[in-house]
């Protein structure tokens, strides 16, 4: 179709030229959001008139609670795939050691700014859409100086048939119902054309002017053709006048897009309620062929006539009297509906969870009986996700395009007010600090990293599978006992306890951590077995050595082990002194050399070890 509204400069002849291409595309895809409609009224078991209500429209139930297996199945997919904490990862490209240090903290940065956001809820609120409709939508925008998430929903989103049939379009549009006062308040020269602006949507209820004073806006981008061309427009109108016409240079819409599964053809996705909608059909056509046959079928009491009976007396149930002279007849007692109905409707329900890929037992919270071990637990959960793998896939490719889009609005903040910064959450040993990081720390520049996703943790959430997999390690190797603790220091009961017996180890880690991030040289402080702190030390030393840690890095590493190795021979030396004292003889001492290390002074006045944390 012709964009008319890309040739037009005037305020209200641009506004004109959008809303009417606004009303094309409408029409064009009425079928769509009928269909939209449909899937919503099978996943919330009830009638729904259209998308602008502002109340249900009645409490006629299209597939009553305890048949509805469309929504269970929506529900059990959104937790099993979108329940897991979103997390990115940053690689820098054979980068130094500053590059590989700046690509961490710039992790750290985006995922302050996914708590910021409320990314996590708007991903599950996605999820559950894609499930639903096929396409699940948030849009990522700014406001002055700050970074906004919101999620979108679909039948507020446009766009061509024939310009989105590979996938990627080049024009999206944006509708949506605004109160005055908002728009005012954020296009503060313009309340003119806002005053005189209406509500533009295919129905609106008589009482809505009453109970909300909202305006339709329409927001409109355009892709460039190519890197260098100036043809990319981004207009924000009302159905009188446009309220902001500026020129889009990025090649992408500010929107962040899930589909559960993709179309061959087509910017829309295909829903799982789409897969299990006739099944769902067939559902409420037995189940209400069902009820109607329990309400037809009422009991009989026979009675002989001229008997003393005040059928007045019996209000508790429907009967029916029959009198009956001599014998009472026989009657031939059939049941209200074929047991055949009953049966096709449990295969039915079984098929739609079937069809979807999701076993009745896990929407229920159930196993399979006999299913006791852990590595059996763990096999069937695998088994149980593979079908939905392409759409976990989906949802990890859905948080590197975040990443993406977050970082592009805080470099143009940036740019425009000086910096960015937001409370980014890190780890230290195994404690997660918050920490305020600013744009300027972790500006690297696009082609000296990477983002993927971080990889999917394998070990299990529950406090009996924390056991089991403790238990597993253990046995496994003894070298694993300290992860196997770790493990169990988020279990309530063991929490505390176990937190005491690793703080030697989180201490140790603290300090390692902190040396890699470029903090001061801290002494030992000796409240913690020096061994265990030697060797751990050692293979912090060794690991940073591979990751090409800079000399002065590496250094305070080699001045700590030196000072380790000071504490453990005095210690020693002190023990084989009080031993002779007591025994009159020499001891042999335990305490080893650290070898040809190069010491170096420790620096006066170090910081305390609160100021590790």
Same mark, same amino acid.
């Given at each position: 179709?012709?964009?008319?509204w890309? /040739?037009?400069? $005037?305020?209200?002849?641009?506004?004109?030229?959008l809303?009417?291409?606004?009303? %094309?595309?409408?029409?064009?895809?009425?079928?769509?959001?009928?269909?939209?409609?449909?899937?919503?009224?099978?996943? /919330?078991?009830?009638a729904?008139?259209?998308?602008?209500?502002?109340?249900?429209?009645?409490a006629?139930?299209p597939?009553?609670?305890?048949?509805?297996?469309?929504?269970?199945?929506?529900?059990?997919?959104v937790?099993?795939?979108?329940?897991?904490?979103?997390?990115? *990862?940053v +690689?820098?490209?054979?980068?130094?050691?500053?590059?590989?240090?700046?690509?961490?903290?710039l992790g750290?940065?985006?995922?302050?700014?996914?708590? @910021?956001? $409320?990314y996590?809820?708007?991903?599950?609120?996605?999820?559950?859409?894609?499930?639903?409709?096929?396409?699940?939508?948030?849009?990522?925008?700014?406001?002055?100086?700050?970074?906004?998430?919101?999620?979108?929903?679909?039948?507020?989103?446009?766009?061509?048939?024939?310009?989105?049939?590979? $996938?990627?379009?080049?024009?999206?549009?944006?509708?949506a119902?605004i109160?005055?006062? #908002?728009?005012?308040?954020?296009?503060p020269?313009?309340?003119v054309?806002?005053?005189?602006?209406?509500?533009?949507?295919?129905?609106? =209820?008589?009482?809505?002017?009453?109970?909300y004073?909202?305006?339709?806006?329409?927001?409109?981008?355009?892709?460039?053709?190519?890197?260098?061309?100036?043809?990319?427009?981004? @207009?924000?109108?009302?159905?009188?006048?446009?309220?902001?016409d500026?020129?889009?240079?990025?090649?992408?819409?500010?929107?962040?897009?899930?589909?559960?599964? =993709?179309?061959?053809?087509?910017?829309?996705g295909?829903?799982?309620?789409?897969?299990?909608?006739?099944?769902?059909?067939?559902?409420?056509?037995?189940?209400?062929?069902? $009820?109607?046959?329990?309400?037809?079928?009422?009991? #009989?009491?026979?009675?002989?006539k001229?008997?003393?009976?005040?059928?007045?007396?019996?209000?508790?149930?429907?009967?029916?009297?029959?009198?009956?002279?001599?014998?009472?007849?026989?009657?031939?007692?059939?049941?209200? !509906?074929? *047991?055949?109905?009953?049966?096709?409707l449990?295969?039915?329900?079984?098929?739609?969870?079937? !069809?979807?890929?999701?076993?009745?037992?896990?929407?229920?919270?159930?196993?399979?009986?006999?299913?006791?071990s852990?590595?059996? !637990?763990? &096999?069937?959960?695998?088994?149980?996700?593979?079908?939905?793998?392409?759409?976990? %896939?989906?949802?990890? /490719?859905?948080?590197?395009?975040?990443?993406?889009?977050?970082?592009?609005? &805080?470099? /143009?903040i940036?740019?425009?007010?000086?910096?960015?910064?937001?409370?980014?959450?890190?780890?230290?040993?195994?404690?997660q600090?918050?920490?305020? @990081?600013?744009?300027?720390?972790?500006?690297?520049?696009?082609?000296?990293?990477?983002?993927?996703?971080?990889?999917?943790?394998?070990?299990?959430?529950?406090?009996?599978?924390?056991?089991?997999?403790?238990?597993?390690?253990?046995?496994?190797?003894?070298?694993? *006992?300290?992860?196997?603790?770790?493990?169990?220091?988020?279990?309530?009961?063991?929490?505390?306890?176990?937190?005491?017996q690793?703080?030697?180890?989180?201490?140790?880690?603290?300090?390692?951590?902190?040396?890699?991030?470029?903090?001061?040289?801290?002494?030992p402080?000796g409240?913690?077995p020096? =061994?265990?702190?030697?060797?751990?030390?050692?293979?912090?030393?060794?690991?940073?050595?591979?990751?090409?840690?800079?000399?002065?890095?590496?250094?305070?590493?080699?001045d700590?082990?030196?000072?380790?190795?000071? *504490?453990?021979?005095?210690?020693?030396?002190?023990?084989?002194?009080? &031993?002779?004292?007591?025994?009159?003889?020499?001891?042999?001492?335990?305490?080893?050399?650290?070898?040809?290390?190069?010491?170096?002074q420790?620096? =006066?006045? &170090?910081?305390?070890?609160?100021? +590790?944390?």
């Amino acid at each position: 179709m012709t964009l008319a509204w890309l /040739e037009k400069t $005037g305020k209200e002849e641009l506004a004109g030229a959008l809303f009417q291409t606004y009303q %094309t595309l409408r029409n064009q895809q009425e079928g769509r959001s009928q269909q939209n409609l449909y899937h919503m009224s099978l996943y /919330e078991g009830r009638a729904i008139q259209d998308f602008d209500s502002y109340s249900p429209t009645d409490a006629v139930k299209p597939n009553p609670d305890d048949h509805n297996v469309c929504e269970p199945i929506v529900d059990t997919l959104v937790n099993m795939v979108a329940t897991t904490p979103p997390r990115v *990862q940053v +690689l820098s490209i054979e980068g130094s050691w500053s590059d590989a240090q700046q690509a961490k903290q710039l992790g750290y940065f985006v995922s302050g700014q996914f708590r @910021v956001t $409320g990314y996590q809820a708007i991903r599950m609120a996605m999820a559950e859409s894609a499930a639903i409709f096929g396409s699940g939508f948030a849009k990522i925008y700014r406001v002055g100086k700050d970074i906004h998430l919101d999620e979108i929903f679909i039948d507020d989103l446009l766009v061509d048939d024939v310009d989105g049939r590979r $996938g990627r379009p080049r024009s999206l549009y944006q509708v949506a119902e605004i109160d005055r006062a #908002v728009l005012r308040k954020r296009f503060p020269k313009l309340s003119v054309p806002i005053s005189e602006a209406s509500r533009v949507t295919r129905t609106t =209820p008589d009482n809505a002017a009453d109970l909300y004073d909202s305006v339709t806006m329409l927001e409109a981008w355009h892709l460039p053709s190519s890197p260098d061309a100036e043809d990319g427009r981004h @207009v924000i109108s009302l159905d009188k006048a446009a309220l902001l016409d500026e020129g889009w240079t990025r090649d992408y819409f500010p929107f962040l897009v899930l589909r559960y599964k =993709p179309r061959l053809l087509g910017w829309h996705g295909r829903g799982v309620v789409e897969s299990i909608a006739s099944t769902q059909r067939r559902i409420n056509k037995k189940q209400s062929r069902i $009820g109607e046959a329990e309400d037809l079928n009422v009991p #009989v009491m026979l009675v002989p006539k001229g008997c003393n009976v005040n059928r007045k007396k019996w209000k508790n149930l429907p009967w029916i009297f029959v009198e009956y002279e001599g014998q009472p007849p026989t009657p031939m007692v059939s049941p209200s !509906i074929s *047991q055949d109905i009953y049966q096709s409707l449990g295969t039915d329900k079984n098929d739609a969870f079937a !069809i979807a890929g999701i076993s009745q037992m896990v929407s229920q919270s159930m196993k399979p009986a006999g299913l006791d071990s852990g590595e059996a !637990i763990r &096999a069937y959960a695998d088994i149980t996700s593979q079908r939905f793998a392409r759409f976990f %896939t989906a949802l990890q /490719e859905l948080d590197v395009s975040a990443f993406s889009l977050f970082v592009d609005l &805080a470099q /143009e903040i940036a740019e425009e007010e000086g910096d960015y910064e937001v409370i980014g959450i890190r780890e230290r040993g195994r404690r997660q600090v918050a920490s305020r @990081v600013r744009w300027s720390q972790v500006d690297l520049a696009r082609d000296k990293y990477i983002v993927q996703p971080f990889a999917a943790g394998y070990l299990p959430l529950t406090p009996s599978g924390k056991y089991q997999k403790a238990k597993e390690l253990i046995q496994l190797s003894p070298a694993f *006992q300290t992860a196997a603790l770790r493990l169990l220091g988020s279990v309530p009961d063991v929490e505390a306890e176990v937190q005491l017996q690793t703080a030697p180890l989180d201490y140790i880690d603290s300090i390692a951590e902190h040396f890699l991030e470029g903090g001061d040289y801290i002494p030992p402080s000796g409240y913690y077995p020096i =061994p265990m702190a030697m060797e751990r030390f050692q293979l912090h030393l060794l690991r940073a050595e591979l990751d090409g840690a800079p000399e002065e890095v590496l250094q305070k590493f080699r001045d700590y082990l030196l000072a380790l190795d000071a *504490q453990a021979k005095k210690t020693a030396a002190a023990a084989s002194a009080q &031993a002779m004292g007591s025994t009159g003889g020499p001891q042999l001492s335990m305490a080893g050399g650290m070898g040809n290390l190069a010491p170096r002074q420790v620096i =006066p006045n &170090a910081p305390a070890m609160g100021a +590790l944390f």
